[in-house]
């Protein structure tokens, strides 16, 4: 199952989705950028950290924040053995969602525009 990341264009103000991996801890939801600072999400993240997620049969709106490897190397730790154990890989920028609210998801409801 992937989760589907909605981000706010920083330039266009335009909603920007994305299909990516992810891990669940302690109610957070866990995404990790391969290409760290230079991903166009996260640049979206850093200009906005509101974000909307689909995973599954969960739509909820979020708040994003940027994990720091050397400031929190406890959690960075375990979730990068989470994804490890998950998917086989956990090399990139850990970025932490926590949800806001959530909905149930209808097709009808997703209007974002897919991007890679």
């Given amino acids: 199952m992937f989760l589907y990341l909605t981000t706010t264009g920083r330039r266009t103000g335009l909603p920007r989705e994305i299909e990516i991996w992810f891990t669940e801890r302690g109610g957070?939801?866990?995404?990790?950028?391969?290409?760290?600072?230079?991903?166009?999400?996260?640049?979206?993240?850093?200009?906005?950290?509101?974000?909307h997620v689909r995973a599954g049969d969960r739509r909820f709106a979020g708040t994003a924040r940027l994990v720091?490897?050397?400031?929190?190397?406890?959690l960075a730790e375990a979730v990068k053995a989470l994804s490890d154990a998950k998917y086989g890989w956990s090399d990139g920028l850990i970025v932490e969602i926590t949800p806001e609210n959530s909905w149930p998801v209808s097709p009808e409801s997703v209007?974002?525009?897919?991007?890679?």
């Fill in 68 to 74: 720091d490897d050397e400031r929190e190397p406890d």
């Fill in 28 to 51: 957070h939801f866990y995404v990790i950028a391969e290409h760290r600072d230079r991903a166009n999400w996260v640049r979206n993240i850093r200009a906005n950290l509101h974000v």
């Fill in 111 to 116: 209007t974002a525009r897919r991007v890679r």
